[in-house]
C-alpha cells in the first residue's frame, strides 16, 4: 500500500542494529511500533529518525508505504514520505 498516511502513538522502540547495505556501507534500523485505537504496527526507521522518537511520543507520518517482512506488515517512511513527531 502506497501513499500511507497515519497519526498514531510510540508504543515500543526496538533495539537499533546496523545493517550492511546491498550498495555497500552499512545503516543503523529499528523497529518501532506504533499504534492508536484501531491498531498497531511495526515502523521501521532508519539512521537519524530513530532518534527523534521515545515511548509516548505522537507522530505523524505523511506518504509512507508498506510491505511485507517475515511474513510481517510493516510501515516505512520511505525516501518520499515524512516523519513528524507532533509531542
Known sequence: MRKVNLDAIVLTVG????????AG?????ADIVVGDET????LTLWN???DKVVVGSRVNIRNG??????????LNVG???SLE???
Not at 15 to 22: C, E, F, P, Q
Not at 25 to 29: A, K, T
Not at 39 to 42: H, K, L, Q, R, V
Not at 65 to 74: D, E, L, V
Open 39 to 42: 491498531g498497531e504496527i511495526t
Open 65 to 74: 508505504y508498506t510491505n511485507s517482512y517475515q511474513g510481517k506488515i510493516r
Open 85 to 87: 513527531v507532533i509531542e
Open 15 to 22: 533495539a537499533t542494529r546496523t545493517v550492511n547495505l546491498k
Open 79 to 81: 525516501r518520499f514520505g
Open 48 to 50: 537519524e529518525e530513530i
Open 25 to 29: 556501507g552499512q545503516s543503523e534500523v
